[in-house]
């Protein structure tokens, strides 16, 4: 009997896909396929025979074997091409996430105020947590033996560095290499040696200052009450200037905004009651010459607010702990959408 391959090859090659292949492997390779049956037949011949044609069978099924394979390669990566044009996803599509996110309300809280006081012309400065004595105390005029400096109410690092007790440090920066008319903003972290229900020893302030020619306590006056109308949300809310001290300022005031406490509770606005908001004051001649600039030609307003106040008093929060518990479901309640959208 002779063996020809060339039938079983063009089989091979007409096969048009892998899965016709397999079956092809079986009908030719498999356990009753055509070449194994031939080598079935090997036992009836003669020895001499036998050996010849046992040769040739196994020569055979490698070439067989080896078309097959070839041929598999070929088939699978049309398959595979096939596959990847038919599943093609067009990841520039714009989809939603399952899960928003959304801003922390003290960060919320930072951009409103930023976006408000943008609108009055200011531009937004920070400066570094870790700080100098000099930029933290000395130049804002604080006096060598001021309490405020003492080991129990500001951080002190090992070389003689501490961690900003304010965001005044920025007013340094700023009016140490920037030249006036200035209008800044400078929200950032600060620390202080405190904590319990109502206070932190990280949280976060908002330092705004103007140095313009020609500016008085009347401006300061203006640029406050327009903001705290705007930040609550009440036009004409009830706005009183309180005398008070700050080194860094002077004359200095607390400013207080009218509230209602009658019935247990606390509403913003008109009701006979004052609530403290933030401090401010002229800047003190002392800073500007600390500064390197000469109180006879610049003058400035200052103030300062703390925003985990803010967002509490906005927004109805009663305790200050949970801004940094890191709880998801309080964080979608209070957390919003950036522009102003819900999360
Ligand atoms: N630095 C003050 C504080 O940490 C806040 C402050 C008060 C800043 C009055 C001012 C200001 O610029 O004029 O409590």
Request: aromatic residues 8%.
């Amino acid at each position: 009997m002779t063996v020809s391959a060339d039938l079983y090859l063009t089989q091979i090659n007409a096969a048009t896909s892998t899965a016709a292949l397999d079956d092809i492997r079986v009908a030719l390779l498999g356990k009753k396929g055509s070449v194994t049956e031939l080598m079935k037949t090997l036992g009836a011949l003669p020895p001499e025979e036998r050996k010849a044609q046992g040769a040739a069978i196994n020569a055979l099924k490698e070439q067989l074997s080896a078309a097959l394979d070839a041929r598999k390669a070929s088939l699978s990566a049309v398959e595979l091409a096939e596959k990847l044009t038919k599943e093609r996803v067009d990841i520039t599509l714009p989809a939603a996430v399952s899960a928003p996110g959304a801003l922390h309300p003290i960060n919320n809280t930072i951009l409103d105020i930023t976006c408000l006081f943008a609108a009055q012309g200011f531009t937004v400065a920070s400066a570094t947590d870790v700080e100098d004595e000099f930029h933290n105390f000395d130049a804002l005029n604080f006096p060598p033996d001021h309490p405020a400096k003492a080991m129990h109410d500001t951080f002190y690092m090992q070389d003689g560095k501490l961690l900003r007790t304010h965001t005044s440090t920025v007013q340094v920066h700023v009016l140490q290499t920037q030249k006036p008319p200035l209008r800044i903003l400078a929200p950032g972290r600060v620390y202080r040696c405190d904590s319990d229900q109502t206070h932190a020893p990280m949280f976060h302030q908002i330092e705004g200052f103007v140095v313009e020619p020609g500016i008085h306590f009347g401006h300061l006056k203006g640029t406050l009450e327009r903001f705290l109308s705007d930040f609550f949300g009440i036009p004409n809310l009830p706005v009183r200037f309180r005398p008070s001290f700050f080194p860094f300022t002077e004359p200095s005031a607390e400013v207080d905004i009218g509230c209602d406490r009658s019935g247990g509770g606390l509403k913003i606005g008109s009701g006979g009651d004052w609530l403290e908001v933030l401090g401010c004051g002229m800047i003190h001649p002392n800073v500007l010459r600390q500064c390197g600039l000469d109180p006879a030609v610049h003058q400035g307003f200052a103030f300062g607010m703390g925003v985990e106040r803010l967002a509490m008093l906005k927004h109805g929060i009663p305790d200050l702990r949970a801004f940094f518990a890191g709880n998801s479901k309080w964080l979608r309640h209070f957390g919003r959408a950036p522009l102003g959208g819900l999360a």
